[in-house]
């Protein structure tokens, strides 16, 4: 099922998606109510612009393959980088980056934490997907279905679920127009 190249299709989509301001502030609510991962999350988003429906043994062994990565790589980086942002003076725009040491070393672990995302979401890409099917589906309700097997996968029980997932479709769906 994975094609050469689909690494880089995952991560050019999750960029574009990702860069838009409405999508972002999802993926990090999402984030911060349940404590996704917001690649996995992108991923079964991606996966549904693709018409795949994820199965909940493929997703929990796409979890389990990037579980150890994702702990001893991209989160270390993730609260360094949260930590340099706690300097004094860092948050209040007038330092210069080039001269202010945390705010120059918060770059680089910026950029060494996102290509810790990237390799991630290149090992992803790469997994196959034996139980997962092609459904000839609409965008959304993959993207709700898909969703739903993810949270499932990580398992989540989340009230108001439905109504939840529509605000995500919607919002997706504004950021792809």
């Known amino acids: 099922m994975i094609e050469a190249g689909e690494g880089a299709q995952l991560w050019r989509f999750s960029l574009d998606l990702y860069s838009k301001a409405p ?6 609510a999402w984030q911060h109510e349940f404590n996704i991962d917001i690649n996995q999350f992108l991923y079964a988003i991606w996966q549904s612009s693709r018409q795949v429906q994820l199965h909940i043994d493929d997703v929990q062994r796409l979890i389990q393959m990037v579980h150890i990565w994702r702990q001893d790589i991209v989160l270390p980086l993730r609260r360094v980088r949260k930590r340099l942002q706690t300097y004094p ?6 330092v210069n980056a080039d001269s202010f040491a945390p705010a120059k070393l918060y770059q680089g672990v910026l950029e060494q934490e996102i290509e810790a995302e990237h390799y991630q979401q290149l090992e992803m890409a790469a997994m196959a997907l034996p139980q997962s099917v092609r459904e000839e589906v609409d965008f959304p309700i993959l993207v709700k ?3 739903a097997t993810y949270l499932a996968a990580e398992g989540h029980v989340i009230d108001n679920i439905e109504r939840r997932l529509e605000v995500l479709v919607s ?3 504004v950021c792809q127009r």
């Open 145 to 147: 279905r898909n969703i």
């Open 89 to 94: 003076g860092f948050e209040s725009g007038a």
């Open 23 to 28: 999508m972002q502030q999802a993926c990090l």
């Open 171 to 173: 919002t997706i769906q």
